[in-house]
């Protein structure tokens, strides 16, 4: 039977992109999976947007 080793994680907004290259450059891994939490994201830039209205932008 084959191993494969299977790094994972996730993400939103204004998240950094550093741990998970460090993941795909020194974590000896075969495969990275990522949960991208776009209603987080969404939420986060409608609150923006809506702030940005607020003061007339």
């Known amino acids: ?8 994680g996730a993400g ?3 998240d950094r992109l550093t741990p998970a290259l460090d993941v795909m ?3 000896d891994v075969d495969y990275i999976v ?10 986060i830039a409608q ?4 702030a940005a209205a607020k003061r007339g932008l």
């Open 12 to 14: 939103y907004a204004d």
């Open 47 to 50: 609150q923006r947007k809506n």
């Open 25 to 27: 450059t020194y974590g």
């Open 34 to 43: 990522f949960e991208c939490l776009a209603e987080r994201t969404i939420a």
């Open 1 to 8: 039977m084959k191993t494969i080793k299977i790094g994972s």
